[in-house]
């Protein structure tokens, strides 16, 4: 098994077979990190496969993972929808 910086890419990021092997990263990790992208919204993880994000009275995302979250919140950011 290769230490993780033997598994970083020149640019510092960790390779995708680093990530593959890794077990999920914790929800408070994702939480801020989410968060810090996007302070405009609320963002709230209900057990592990529940990723609420809400805006203003009437925007609320729901997203099975993180990473769904992620592309859904770009989509509205990409779109021009204001919460």
Do not use: F, K
């Not at 805006?55 to 609320?60: A, F, I």
């Not at 995302?61 to 770009?74: F, G, H, Q, S, Y």
């Amino acid at each position: 098994m290769a230490s993780t910086d033997e598994a970083l890419d020149g640019a510092g990021h960790q390779s995708d077979e680093l990530l593959r092997r890794e077990a999920p990263p914790e929800p408070a990790l994702v939480l801020r990190q989410l968060r810090a992208a996007y302070p405009r919204w609320a963002i709230l993880c209900i057990a592990a496969d529940r990723w609420i994000a809400v805006r203003g009275n009437d925007l609320t995302l729901v997203c099975p993972t993180p990473i769904e979250l992620r592309a859904a919140l770009d989509a509205t950011r990409s779109a021009g929808i204001r919460g």
